[in-house]
């Protein structure tokens, strides 16, 4: 496949255990690798993490095929910057090999901001 690919090929086989360690970008432009660049969750009142169906530019966003909610228990996240989800074994029953989107959604307030959107392969 040709695309940026920073997560990977995720086999559909067995449960997915997805884990990503978040961090705030520098002015530059640069990811900030200091213990200081680490997303402070703390005042977050919902984080939630999806992984949708990759679109051609320009579509409409389609609907999560899984997700995973600090809310609801789904997703565990470790502060500062680390956020975690397990699908168990089947979870692929319903999700067709291909690329996706996996999208991490943080809310503060009345502000939902998209933090992380990076594309996954699952074979």
Known sequence: ?????????????????????????????????????????????????????????????????????????TLVVSNPGVVEALFPLGWSAHVPAGVYDVRIWMTVGPETALIFDNPVELR
């Open 1 to 73: 496949m040709a695309f940026l690919n920073a997560m990977g090929a995720v086999s559909r086989h067995g449960q997915w255990r997805l884990q990503r360690v978040l961090r705030s970008i520098l002015p530059d432009g640069r990811v900030d690798a200091s213990d200081a660049g680490l997303i402070d969750f703390s005042a977050a009142s919902e984080i939630l993490l999806q992984v949708v169906p990759r679109q051609p530019r320009g579509n409409h966003d389609p609907h999560p095929v899984l997700a995973a909610s600090a809310v609801a228990g």
